[in-house]
């Protein structure tokens, strides 16, 4: 098989047409198979087409002739052209009486049509009467005509018919009417529910066929829920035990593995089964034992079984026996040539590191190659195995492979994929808001149109409100970094829409504020994005709304505001724009230009996207004015939903005004008013009233008042201001719902419109995201010091440590002992201390775990020394920023350590209090580093033959794994050699 | 569902044979199988029989001038359906005696037939090659 004739050989043969065959069919597939290109290919078809409608079309065709034709529909359509015009002669094939002509007829027709195709209903007749055939294969044709044409609606027609079969003698028709219920089930799981318990009886049917086909609809009723079937499970190994012990037929045999496949349904169910269940997978240990023992693992077949086996042992409750026999069978997988087996590894891989993570360090080699490796799917999978294994101590080096791989395809599916696991990976695990934002910043640039647009909301978010805690500086530092990144990006050529967004909203509302970028240079580079992508009429809201925050920050500042001409140029030609959410935004700029500094400082204050909006959805300060207005004879206001078909109704809005829907009336009865606003504005501005000042305007606006005010901030008069010029023109409730024209381009407006675009649920999901991120960041430092590489070096503690910090409840038995070390260590740093940070508790629970290798003497006696000198040197600099201290480096430089511990920004500026614990957490790392690299070295020294590829190996070991991110790499060359 | 359809294709990106599990619309097919093909046929010896495409998982294996194409859901163990493949050859080897291209073209029914038999539902239904072939074999003799 392996060596299958040419072509040539094959046309020799079929030339001699001994088939029975007709030479015009003989000569149709000698044509097809010598066609060189697709478009010979279509011109030999659509010349068949026409030929067989042809023929088809003459009358008193003989049977064999016709059962050839539908063989050349089926090759019709198989190419890829519509042969519906015959589609009725292959249901009119189902009638014969002649079996062949009965199954070529059904099989054409499967082929041809869906379930829900109108010619079906002309089959059912047949297929009824042929489940009463005599003829088991008639019957057998018919039920295999069912599985694909029988939908919800025609089940009743055969179902009582299927339910007879099961009992039939022949054990092929039992099989397939077993089939054809699980295809009932399939479609219409209600239909059958009363039946269900036939799978269980067929179960124990002598034939192992219909047993092996009966697994089928099991495995799918126990995917839905294992519970009704666990009393099975006695039957499932019993029946996995006979297989293994060769007790079925031998032609069942496959490659003399006994039914394999039947075995691999078995273990897929018994995984199923025992899932979460001690007792049940207690039952199934012996059997799945014997398989891994019995599998001849030379063989793929029974490689297929290994692998399942493992699948098993990973969902059942954890036996260390069998994980053991599952490990070996990984590494040998992981070891071998065969790209396929390390495939199936890689898989085993991901499957097992939930319950035992510290396999993956004896492969890191194998799974760097797996991720070298140009074959994309294995490349795949490694990148599913690191997402599983990711942790924030090796985050930065995934997400960065990630995100190196997104760059160079070209597959968008994968690219969305990928883009939004990188996404989930940085938000779950950053490091650090910095690094977040870099990330993002590549995932955007990259994929961004492909990325959600909740994803630039949570990012706008982020750089809003930072860390989330109270330290200002790291805060505007986070911001400087970001405008400073996005001034360098937004030159690039075809950024993505939403990159644009972001960018633009993050310019206008920072861009200046660390006074580094002048607002002419700002305002000049946001014209450009608006001139640049003068198509996208989002970004160019954005960016015109960031120059007028930056022109109101600068009025406010007391600066004067001298417009770049391109500036001028664009408002212009935006105030003329079709868009009116664009003139909107323009003419806002113009306005706010206009007033002077109080004004505009109230109107837009800067930094203050994230002040809480309070919303007076009932506009309560209109009361008053309401209650005046109806005392004077005007008319209540009626809810728009209440006064459908009440055309005159319209009156009360305003005698210029129609109850129109379309823009164009909308538009100019609103264009009227605009002159005033400027002159009301000055003398409402000062005063900090909210009810007297806007009554005039008001006067015809109050049932459009509703919705614009909702979003308004109740707070400032300059805001209120603003609206009311805003509603004269816009005061349609559509518009005001609306994310952009929500934006009166107040800073607050913004945020609230990113929000409301991300809509609530997800706002709540960020903020939680945040959170566990922020207490990551918190862990983050110490953790980043341990963990050598991205499979936790091969330090065990290292692993638990992290398991730890993410599921406290996980309490290893080793942890007991090495508390106690580290118990002493945190004793001795706060003692010295003497002001014990007020997380303490927090940090001591990751010392108890990072200090277990600590239990040498010696080497806990070094930790104590160093949190000591550590401690000591708090005390000098007070403020305890470890990043300076050039004496902690010093004690440590002529030790091998990861330097980067004490180095990292943000933990040491954010807890500077706890300095003391954080050198002694490095202190702890550094003693772990020990362990893992000198292995890797060893691995690497017994592994690569070739010295060149060792040494590169080393290279990505070392940058995979032993310092993510590293300040100072030099540090470990001395480690590693 | 486990597997969602069977192609055979020629190396030319040719398709002998076609099997839907669940129904695509002939443009669904036609797009279907060009992508895919195009996928496959670029891989070579030394790479996974394994290619990841949109929802599917396709699984491979060439013999002589014949690509038989399985797609299949997540759910799948891969390297199973590789040998499924193998046994859907040899079975039809043993039918046809030395199966080849032609024999397949010819035959189209047939291999069909015998597909029916193993799969159903989209699940291997059936193993035994005695007893995919029995019914084939009495519809010969008795035609």
């Avoid at chain 1, 510290?358 to 799917?377: G, K, N, R, S, W």
């Avoid at chain 1, 960020?766 to 963990?787: F, M």
Wanted: contains cysteine; aromatic residues 6%; charged residues 25%.
């Amino acid at each position: 098989m392996e060596q299958l004739k040419t072509i040539g050989r094959e046309l020799a043969m079929g030339s001699q047409g001994g088939f029975g065959q007709s030479k015009e069919f003989l000569d149709l597939v000698k044509s097809i198979g010598e066609a060189r290109s697709k478009a010979e290919e279509d011109r030999i078809v659509l010349h068949e087409i026409e030929t067989l409608k042809k023929r088809l079309s003459e009358p008193d065709i003989p049977k064999r002739k016709m059962k050839e034709y539908l063989i050349r529909l089926v090759y019709v359509e198989m190419l890829g052209h519509d042969a519906s015009f015959a589609y009725i002669h292959a249901v009119k094939m189902t009638h014969d009486d002649n079996l062949l002509l009965k199954r070529t007829g059904y099989l054409a027709v499967t082929l041809f049509l869906s379930d829900d195709h109108d010619l079906i209903i002309l089959i059912v007749n047949t297929i009824q009467k042929d489940l009463r055939s005599d003829n088991y294969l008639v019957v057998c044709a018919a039920l295999n005509a069912v599985c694909k044409l029988i939908n919800d609606e025609t089940i009743p027609a055969v179902l009582p018919q299927v339910v007879e079969l099961l009992g039939h003698s022949k054990d092929a028709v039992r099989k397939k009417a077993i089939m054809a219920l699980h295809r009932f089930y399939q479609k219409s799981s209600s239909a059958v529910s009363h039946l269900l318990t036939n799978f269980r009886k067929r179960l124990c049917d002598n034939d192992p066929g219909v047993m092996g086909a009966t697994l089928c609809p099991l495995f799918d009723l126990i995917t839905i829920d294992a519970n009704p079937y666990k009393d099975l499970i006695v039957s499932f190994v019993s029946i996995l035990k006979q297989v293994a012990e060769r007790r079925l037929p031998k032609s069942y045999d496959y490659h003399s593995m006994p039914a394999p496949f039947i075995q691999i349904r078995l273990l897929k169910i018994l995984a199923l089964l025992g899932r979460d269940d001690k007792q049940a997978s207690e039952k199934m240990y012996t059997v799945v034992g014997d398989i891994f023992r019995k599998c001849d693992s030379s063989s793929n077949i029974g490689n297929a079984i290994l692998y399942e086996c493992i699948c098993c042992v990973s969902s059942i409750f954890p036996n260390p026996k069998l994980l053991e026999s599952a490990t070996e069978v990984i590494s040998r997988f992981l070891k071998s040539d065969s790209h396929n087996l390390r495939y199936m590894g890689i898989d085993a891989l991901s499957r097992l590191i939930k319950i035992s993570p510290e396999i993956a360090e004896q492969h890191q080699l194998a799974v760097i190659d797996c991720l070298e490796d140009p074959d994309d799917t294995l490349k795949r999978k490694t990148f599913e195995l690191l997402y599983k294994m990711t942790k924030s101590s090796n985050v930065e080096v995934i997400v960065d492979r990630m995100i190196d791989y997104m760059i160079c395809i070209n597959d968008n599916h994968y690219k969305t994929y990928i883009a939004s696991r990188c996404v989930e990976l940085a938000e779950q695990f950053a490091p650090s808001n910095h690094w977040f934002i870099q990330t993002m910043n590549k995932v955007f640039e990259h994929a961004g149109d492909l990325v959600n647009v909740k994803v630039a909301h949570n990012l706008m978010r982020l750089i809003a409100e930072g860390f989330g805690e109270d330290d200002d500086t790291a805060d505007s530092q986070l911001r400087s970094s970001a405008v400073e990144s996005y001034l360098g990006i937004i030159g690039e050529p075809k950024l993505p829409s939403v990159f644009l967004q972001v960018i633009c909203w993050v310019l206008g509302e920072y861009g200046t504020a660390d006074g580094k970028y002048s607002a002419s240079y700002i305002t000049g580079k946001l014209c450009d994005v608006a001139e640049a992508y003068s198509n996208d009429e989002t970004v160019k809201a954005y960016a015109i709304t960031a120059i007028m925050k930056i022109y109101a920050f600068e009025i406010s500042a007391g600066r004067k505001v001298d417009m770049l001409p391109e500036c001028q140029s664009l408002v212009e030609e935006l105030s003329a724009a079709h868009s009116t959410d664009l003139q909107q935004r323009a003419y806002e700029l113009q306005a706010v230009i206009g007033l002077d500094a109080r004004v505009v400082e109230s109107i837009m204050p800067s930094d203050a996207s994230c002040e809480d909006i309070e919303v007076d959805k009932d506009l309560s300060f209109l009361d008053n004015y309401v209650r005046l207005a109806i005392e004077k004879g005007a008319q209540p206001y009626i809810p728009e939903s209440e006064r459908s078909g009440m055309l005159n109704v319209s009156t009360f809005r305003g005698q210029d005004q129609h109850e129109a829907s379309t823009h164009g009336l909308r538009f100019e009865a609103y264009e009227l008013p605009k002159a005033p606003i400027p002159a009301k504005v000055v003398p409402i501005a000062s005063s900090t009233e909210l009810v007297p000042v806007p009554e005039p305007s008001y006067s015809r606006e109050i049932p459009q008042a509703a919705p614009v005010s909702s979003v308004s901030d109740v707070g400032s008069s300059g805001l209120k201001l603003h609206l009311d010029g805003v509603q004269k023109k816009w005061g349609r409730p559509t518009y005001s719902s609306t994310p952009p024209s929500t934006s009166n381009s107040t800073s607050q407006k913004t945020v609230n419109g990113v929000s409301q675009d991300g809509r609530s649920t997800a706002n709540s999901k960020a903020r939680d995201s945040y959170d566990s991120k922020r207490t990551q960041v918190e862990i983050n430092p110490e953790k980043q010091k341990l963990a050598a590489s991205l499979f936790g070096g091969s330090s065990k503690t290292e692993r638990k440590q992290s398991s730890a910090n993410h599921k406290v409840a996980k309490a290893s038995s080793q942890a007991a002992e090495p508390s106690q070390v580290s118990n002493t260590t945190v004793v001795a740093s706060v003692g010295t201390n003497l002001q014990p940070p007020p997380d303490l508790l927090d940090f001591s629970e990751p010392t108890v775990t990072t200090s277990a290798p600590l239990l040498d003497p010696f080497k806990q006696l070094e930790g104590l020394l160093d949190s000591n000198a550590a401690v000591a040197s708090t005390a000098n600099h007070g403020g305890g920023n470890a990043s300076k201290e050039p004496d902690i480096m010093s004690l440590y430089a002529d030790m091998p350590l990861s330097g980067h511990s004490s180095s990292t920004e943000n933990t040491i500026s954010t807890h500077g209090d706890d300095a003391n614990l954080m050198s002694g957490f490095s202190n702890a790392a550094r003693i772990d580093h020990g362990g893992p690299t000198v292995e890797h070295s060893t691995q690497q020294l017994s592994k690569g033959p070739n010295p060149k590829d060792s040494l590169e190996k080393d290279a990505l070991v070392r940058q995979m794994g032993v310092n993510p991110s590293s300040q100072n790499p030099n540090l470990f060359r001395d480690l590693l050699g | 569902m486990g597997i969602r359809f069977i192609l055979m294709v020629n190396k030319q990106g040719q398709t002998r044979l076609a099997q839907y599990y669940e129904y695509l619309t002939l443009e669904e097919r036609r797009a279907l199988e060009g992508e895919i093909v195009r996928k496959c046929l670029a891989r070579n010896e030394q790479q996974c029989s394994f290619v990841e495409h949109r929802n599917y998982k396709i699984v491979y294996r060439r013999y002589a001038s014949l690509f038989f194409l399985v797609g299949v859901d997540n759910e799948e163990n891969e390297l199973a359906i590789l040998e499924f493949i193998h046994l859907l050859v040899e079975t039809m080897d043993r039918h046809f005696g030395n199966v080849c291209e032609l024999d397949i073209m010819f035959h189209l029914e047939k291999a069909h037939f015998m597909l029916e038999e193993m799969v159903m539902n989209g699940c291997i239904v059936e193993t035994s090659k005695s007893n995919i072939l029995a019914p084939i074999q009495l519809m010969d003799k008795s035609s």
